[in-house]
């Protein structure tokens, strides 16, 4: 069974600086995808980024953006220019090929300082 | 709205009482999932379908039961509650003929149980 570990359970920032939050997976299979959730206080679940194993390039969007290291089996969150708004719980998970079964980390809660 | 819709948001039941969650999905997804959510920890899979007719286990089934009423429909069951199923529980979906359900899931907005 695939396991994803987020060492990190509290981070801070301030307001306007950048933050990376870690995450690491296990995992036997060669093709998968990756994403960071963030669940903020409202508890909907909103999914930020998406990373398929097969691509080397590192995905991006607007201010967030992931570090994928394959071999390492790891997947860190940037966030950029980070605002008042991303304070919120962020959630790793791992999708195997087939797509049913997404599995989550432990989740990261991220505060963010005026 | 587009989107996953829970029922209800809210509810308290008695040790033993039995309770349906129903979940609806307007996006014409194959893949419907239910989640539950343990203060401070992530997901975990309760059961799922992967199309119309099916339905399989995920990491957590004990105790409850699913019904895929049709392609937009999901329920989950709990027929006899016990205090160890005081969760939040998320429905959500996945995959359709633009986007396989490794894409990435669409959750509702959750149901927060308590069983006393």
């Known amino acids: 069974a695939q396991t994803v570990t987020q060492s990190q359970p509290e981070m801070s920032v301030q307001e306007a600086e950048t933050v990376t939050l870690s995450c690491t997976y296990d995992?036997?299979?060669?093709?998968?995808?990756l994403f960071w959730y963030k669940q903020p206080p409202s508890r909907q679940m909103i999914l930020v980024i998406r990373?398929?194993?097969?691509?080397?390039q590192n995905a991006t969007e607007n201010r967030f953006s992931v570090n994928f290291q394959k071999a390492a089996k790891s997947f860190s969150l940037k966030i950029s220019d980070s605002q008042l708004g991303d304070a919120a719980m962020y959630f790793c998970?791992?999708?195997?090929?087939?797509?049913?079964?997404?599995?989550f980390g432990g989740g990261t809660r991220l505060m963010v300082k005026p | 709205n587009a989107g996953v819709t829970q029922t209800p948001k809210f509810q308290v039941l008695k040790t033993g009482q039995s309770m349906t969650l129903q979940c609806a999905q307007d996006m014409n997804h194959n893949s419907m999932y239910w989640y539950r959510q343990d203060p401070g920890m992530g997901l975990r899979l309760i059961y799922y379908?992967?199309?119309?007719?099916?339905?399989d286990k995920g990491e957590v089934p004990n105790g409850y039961n699913v019904s895929r009423l049709n392609k937009r429909e999901f329920s989950l069951r709990l027929e006899s509650a016990a205090p160890s199923q005081t969760s939040v529980y998320f429905c959500?979906?996945?995959?359709?003929?633009?986007?396989?359900?490794?894409?990435?899931?669409?959750f509702g907005s959750g149901t927060r149980l308590t069983v006393v």
């Open positions: 959500a979906s996945s995959g359709n003929q633009d986007r396989g359900p490794n894409y990435g899931y669409t």
């Open positions: 379908s992967a199309s119309e007719g099916t339905t």
């Open positions: 995992t036997s299979e060669s093709d998968y995808y």
């Open positions: 990373q398929e194993a097969y691509k080397q």
């Open positions: 998970a791992y999708c195997n090929n087939a797509g049913n079964m997404l599995t």
